[in-house]
Nanobody, 126 residues
């Protein structure tokens, strides 16, 4: 089992920044890949970003809608993954979820992830 706890959400004006954190505990050695997803009211959950750990470095993947504005990173010593969100837009408003996967890739589908956090609300005002 892996437990994931997100934090860092809040209310911010358009153009502002937030940094989300996801602290992992439990059998984290199974978490090769960590991802962020989001779900806006009335919409389906969508992929935001993912980072895969390897001995030679990390591989990242981003949704086109956030590429160049969001940065995912991972601190192995703290078992924490971050999502730095800059130049936020009202359409970024959603509940953001952290997820972990045993995959050796960076799945964009939620089906590829084994454990999920409870989510943190991000609201961007115009």
């Amino acid at each position: 089992q892996v437990q994931l706890v997100e934090s860092g959400g809040g209310l911010v004006q358009a153009g502002g920044s937030l940094r989300l954190s996801c602290a992992a505990s439990g059998r984290t050695f199974n978490s090769n890949t960590m991802g962020w997803f989001r779900q806006a009211p009335g919409k389906e959950r969508e992929f935001v970003a993912a980072v895969r750990w390897s001995l030679t470095g990390g591989t990242t993947d981003y949704a086109d809608s956030v590429k160049g504005r969001f940065t995912i990173s991972r601190d192995h010593a703290k078992n924490t993954v971050y999502l730095q969100m800059n130049s936020l837009k009202p359409e970024d408003t959603a509940i953001y979820y952290c997820a972990s996967s045993r995959s050796n890739g960076t799945p964009r589908s939620g089906i590829g992830y084994d454990y999920w956090g409870q989510g943190t609300q991000v609201t961007v005002s115009s």
